[in-house]
């Protein structure tokens, strides 16, 4: 048999070794609950970049941009922008003659084309079907013109090659830049009027709203 004092000693030692282990269990329930944090903000994150992205170009998609318009318009009231918005020309036609996947890859490298016509700092977005919508922040009309016209410039000179068909085709874009008190749907709606003129006057040109 212990005697008081070792029995007293034996009580604390297991009491010592039980508030090691709940010591032990806590920390190992702190590393868990941050692992799962981490793991649920990683999909949060995911599920984010699948909302905001248009699944087969990987650009932007239009919910996306215009919220990245209304964040630009809160950090940056003062500045101008620009707007790009562009359409492929007769691109029912194209699907009508070479069939869905055909059309689907033209998309895919018309979107390919126009990024990297593009600075880091600009925004691009597939807004529908065939058109596209480019933001340049703190441009004004006359270069974003010449940006507009490489991009035609190089998309009229490509070749879309995809197993036995090859097709070039064209785009007509419209552009505006924004003036005092103009929100983002205002200056897209002018650089749009001015796509609109483009189509009406010919199509593969590019025409500006000043």
Excluded at 161 to 182: F, H, Q
Excluded at 188 to 205: C, H, I, P, T, V
Aim: net charge negative.
């Amino acid at each position: 048999m212990l005697s008081p004092y070792g029995f007293l000693a034996y009580v604390m030692s297991m009491m010592v070794s039980l508030a090691n282990k709940v010591l032990n269990l806590n920390d190992v329930l702190e590393i868990e609950v941050a692992q799962r944090t981490q793991d649920l903000e990683k999909a949060t994150q995911r599920l984010k970049i699948i909302a905001d992205t248009d699944m087969l170009t990987g650009l932007l998609n239009r919910q996306a941009l215009t919220e990245c318009m209304l964040s630009l318009a809160d950090t940056h009231i003062d500045d101008c922008f620009s707007v790009l918005v562009l359409d492929a020309d007769h691109f029912k036609r194209l699907n009508d003659t070479f069939g869905t996947k055909f059309g689907d890859f033209v998309l895919i490298e018309l979107a390919s084309i126009l990024a990297k016509n593009i600075g880091a700092k600009d925004f691009i977005a597939r807004w529908d079907s065939q058109a596209f919508v480019i933001v340049l922040p703190s441009m004004q009309i006359a270069k974003a013109e010449e940006v507009a016209e490489t991009i035609r410039t190089n998309v009229y000179r490509f070749n879309f090659e995809l197993e036995d068909s090859s097709v070039s085709m064209t785009i007509t874009i419209g552009v505006a830049t924004s003036r005092d008190n103009e929100t983002f749907d205002d200056v897209l709606d002018r650089a749009g009027q001015a796509l609109y003129e483009g189509k009406s006057s010919g199509r593969n040109k590019v025409v500006c709203d000043k």
